[in-house]
């Protein structure tokens, strides 16, 4: 799979990608999008990496490192990286949930408030972005772990 | 005065928290970690000590949408059984910090001994039968975890599992009996669960239970855990087993604690259940496990399981007595309760120092040894004399109120009845005579071939000599302890009034003459107890097939069978074959729910379809059939993903966006997996099997009705308009939520506690396919 036309669409695809997937889960709360439709998308974009280049190339052709060979996938240094994601998520969503306990709240609830920026205009401030947060960490760091384990087999 | 509900969830919490922290402090300390024990067990038995005098029912909310609150009861029997469980308790761990030096893994022992002592103590002061049953399992994993101390031998296994299987097993007929006796609760208009309610108003509950024809089978369900529990007959055979466990194990939990549960229980509910149906199921168990248990004292060769099988012999006097309806009866089993935590306790440790010092717990090969251990010695004597029941000794005072429950038994009853007194007449000359043998490894002959035995240590022997002690003030003057917490535990237990009497008999009545018979028996036969052992020898053999052992073994072996060959079929290591099965069962179950809940087909009226709709489904349709068809795996994948693509379609067309959207999103990740793979799969299978096409395409069938089915049954017609809820998700999605994407809102918000369960499946996903593939050649290779 790893043609010449398959990875100069890669290269000019996975940044365009990136930035949708972000505005997707930016956008979520009022439009359509949000931290599951966004962590999917970026797997997406990592996937495509994955199949024009290979597992290490993030590593050595992204942020220039020298790859370490480590005995098994599961002590790869992304997939340890994935890892520590989805548990940040889950801790993020946690955190969120509970939140709410301090202010006498019962778990889970969410707030929002509205700021008013000289730039930006009204931007609405919501608590549930930050959950929305943990969903996407949950959904890429949980995602690329299983793709990145199949994938080097 | 009402009793204090934080003194009481501390005593009952702080063994917890110990447990926890136990393996830490063990990994700090060693096996100084025992004191830790000590200081516990101490610390519970005095914060109980305050709440003497107290009565009561008090609680605090526990679970509130459920209805269950955590509610403590306080009254004579909690008190005795929590006093004796922490008290006995510290003495155990004083005697194990000596008879357990330098064995290994003390903290996970240690640990288990607080958490079960915990647990016993939740038990005690349950006033709600969830608690109850938590309290009563969270012993059964406690003693689990205990018998299989030694994790290397395959004895001490099989004996901890069997433990396990027996009494969690009575413990699922306990939750089985308490949601019948909640159902007549609820009948009779009161809170469900709540235990003390229950017991106030017994009399129109259990009207309510015999209306509706729960009162037996709710009684036979109790009974059947106690009797497990407690190791009643046929569900003894667990006890003798357990002796595999260290001997502390065996003094705490199986003589002195948690066997007594059941009787426990038994007290507990005997006022609701007061009548001849109980007299007849739970006096005649009581008899017939004293016999029993009795007869099989009398045939062990090793002391401990001599103490285990007498043990089982003494519950059955304590579910006897209970089981018997005069107030004599709830007066006998309360006070022997008490006596026999005392004398039995002070035997097992007396045992577990015989076995230390001399090496041996074999009967033949220990004799003589009040020479060497004199303490120990004294010991034996007070505490077996109690045991076989001889005056003036504790347990002749209670067995006396016993003789007198099953005399009155007889006498009201008349005919059959009479059997009662009989029998447990038989059983205690059977009890004499194997107290006496045990006497005799202190006082008779000491064999050639026994090798010089040294002294205990002084953290052995001193709890051996206090529970000495205490049965001896409980002999010289028995209102002590009658006045102190007997006679309140018998009042719980009762119906009637009590007015409990102990004493040394002053005229011939006919329980003083069922004694004397008893004595003079056990004394007389005693010269010939090798020939006695030698004839039972044989009849224990010729029974061996009925044997509750050899049935519980080949039950289980059953058992084994029967899942192996499900294993092969169902789990056959093909991946298609495990599809086949799930998704064949999910879809029978799924319409099975429907047959039931709806019952009819749903109907198609008003469906109406626009033609754009039908175009992109009938491009799908087409997408569909063509994935069968394909030659090569990479049209077989692009074709999958036009399906997919129509779908998404589909959803833009009914206005879903984001699920369009999510649809879409997937949709991709998966071609890129799939594309993935696609170098790895073989080009050629096999030439096609006909019989698994059609086999395939049934499943197949069955399951796109199943979806079909689903969706009818769930749409709704649209001219109805929006339901309640989506006009609620609707109307508070901006004020409520601060987002105008009414989906997200939900997720994040409305249903957020759905979403976090989803993170935490994907979680899991994730960990497990890392655990699967990472770590599948660790089993080969070590």
């Known amino acids: 799979m790893t043609t010449v036309i398959m990875r100069t669409t890669a290269r000019i695809v996975v940044p365009i990608v990136l930035v949708v997937a972000f505005s997707l889960f930016l956008q979520g709360h009022n439009l359509p999008g949000g931290g599951f439709i966004g962590g999917v998308l970026t797997v997406a974009a990592f996937a495509l990496v994955y199949v024009a280049y290979n597992l290490d190339y993030l590593e050595s052709g992204v942020l220039g490192r020298e790859v370490e060979r480590e005995a098994s996938i599961g002590q790869h240094r992304s997939v340890a990286a994935y890892r520590r994601l989805f548990m940040l998520g889950l801790v993020v969503i946690l955190l969120s949930a509970f939140a709410g306990v301090v202010f006498g709240q019962p778990v889970l609830s969410q707030s929002f408030v509205h700021l008013h920026l000289p730039l930006f205009g009204d931007i609405e401030l919501a608590s549930a972005l930050v959950f929305d947060i943990g969903i996407f960490c949950v959904v890429v760091g949980g995602l690329l772990t299983v793709f990145s384990v199949v994938s080097a087999e | ?782």
């Open chain 2, 1 to 782: 005065m009402a009793p204090d509900i934080w003194v009481l969830l501390a005593a009952i919490a702080f063994p917890f928290l110990a447990a926890g922290v136990t393996p830490g402090i063990y990994r700090l300390v060693g096996e100084r970690v025992s004191y830790v024990g000590v200081a516990v067990a101490a610390t519970s038995f005095g914060l109980i000590l305050t709440q003497a005098g107290t009565h009561g029912t008090v609680s605090v909310s526990w679970i509130p949408s459920l209805d269950i609150v955590l509610r403590l009861r306080v009254d004579g029997l909690a008190l005795l059984f929590s006093l004796l469980a922490s008290g006995i308790g510290v003495l155990i761990f004083v005697y194990a910090s000596g008879y357990m030096h330098d064995k290994p893994d003390l903290g996970r022992f240690y640990m288990a001994l607080l958490a079960f002592m915990g647990s016993i103590l939740g038990v005690a002061f349950a006033a709600d039968l969830v608690v109850l049953f938590l309290f009563w399992e969270l012993t059964s994993v406690c003693s689990f975890v205990l018998i299989g101390y030694h994790t290397d031998e395959a004895a001490s296994r099989y004996s901890a599992r069997m433990a396990m299987v027996i009494t969690v097993g009575g413990g699922l007929c306990l939750l089985l009996g308490a949601v019948l006796i909640s159902l007549g609760a609820g009948l009779a208009g009161q809170e469900s669960f709540d235990l003390a309610q229950v017991l106030t108003n017994s009399e129109t509950v259990a009207e309510e239970l015999r209306a509706n024809g729960l009162f037996v089978p709710s009684l036979v369900l109790v009974t059947v855990a106690a009797a497990a529990k407690s190791a009643q007959v046929p569900l003894s055979f667990w006890l003798p087993r357990a002796m595999v466990a260290p001997t502390p194990v065996s003094a705490f939990l199986h003589s002195a604690t948690m066997v007594k549960v059941g009787v426990y229980a038994l007290g507990r509910l005997r006022p609701l259940y007061h009548g001849p149906e109980w007299t007849l199921v739970v006096a005649t168990l009581g008899v017939v496990t004293m016999l029993v248990g009795a007869l099989l004292a009398v045939i062990s060769r090793d002391i401990k399981e001599l103490l285990a099988y007498s043990t089982a012999s003494h519950l059955g006097l304590m579910v006897a007595a209970f089981g018997f309806q005069s107030h004599y009866g709830a007066e006998g089993g309360a006070f022997h309760l008490f006596n026999h935590a005392l004398f039995k306790a002070g035997l097992f440790l007396v045992a577990g120092i015989l076995a230390h010092q001399a090496g041996t717990r074999h009967v033949d090969e220990l004799g003589g040894l009040w020479r060497e251990l004199p303490v120990t010695a004294v010991v034996a004597v007070v505490a077996s004399l109690s045991m076989a029941g001889l005056p003036p000794f504790a347990g002749f005072y209670s067995k006396e109120i016993m003789f007198e429950a099953a005399w009155h038994a007889g006498e009201t009853s008349g005919g059959l009845a009479w059997l009662y007194p009989v029998t447990a007449v038989l059983a205690s000359v059977f009890t004499v005579l194997y107290s006496l043998r045990f006497l005799w490894l202190f006082l008779g002959d000491r064999p050639d071939d026994l090798d010089p035995v040294t002294r205990a240590p002084a953290s052995m022997a001193v709890p051996a000599l206090v529970l000495g002690v205490g049965v001896a003030v409980v002999s010289v003057a028995p209102a002590y302890a009658l006045d102190f917490v007997v006679e309140d535990a018998a009042t719980a237990a009762a119906v009637e009034s009590v007015d409990v009497h102990a004493g040394l008999p002053t005229e011939l009545s006919p329980p003083v003459a069922m004694s004397g018979v008893t004595i003079a028996l056990g004394l007389a036969s005693f010269p010939f107890y090798d020939d006695i052992r030698r004839r039972l020898d044989t009849i224990y053999t010729l029974s061996h097939r009925v044997h509750p052992n050899v049935v519980y073994d080949n039950v289980l072996a059953l058992a084994g069978r029967l899942s192996n060959g499900l294993d092969r079929t169902v789990h056959n290591g093909l991946i298609r074959t495990y599809v086949w099965w799930v998704l064949l069962s999910a879809c029978s179950l799924t319409v099975a729910g429907y047959a039931v809940a709806v019952g009819g087909l749903p109907s198609l009226s008003g469906a109406s379809t626009p033609l754009s709709i039908l175009l992109v489904l009938g491009v799908a349709i087409v997408a569909a059939v063509a994935v069968t068809t394909t030659e090569s795996h990479v049209t077989g994948v692009l074709t999958l993903g036009i399906l997919g693509f129509m779908v998404a379609i589909f959803y833009i067309l009914s206005s879903g966006a984001d699920l369009a959207l999510t649809q879409l999103v997937v949709e991709t990740l998966l071609l890129l997996i799939f594309l993935l793979v696609l170098e790895k799969m073989p080009a050629f299978y096999s030439d096609t099997d006909w019989g698994r096409v059609a086999r395939d395409g049934v499943l197949a069938a069955v399951v796109g009705a199943t979806a079909t089915l689903s969706v009818l049954y769930t749409a709704r017609d649209e001219s109805d308009g929006l339901t309640e809820t989506a006009q609620y998700y609707i109307d508070h999605a901006v004020e409520g939520g601060g987002g105008t994407n009414v989906v997200n809102v939900i997720l994040t918000d409305f249903r957020a506690f759905d979403t976090l369960g989803e993170s935490i499946v994907i979680v899991i996903a994730a960990l497990s396919v890392l655990v699967l593939l990472t770590m599948r050649d660790w089993g080969e290779t070590g």
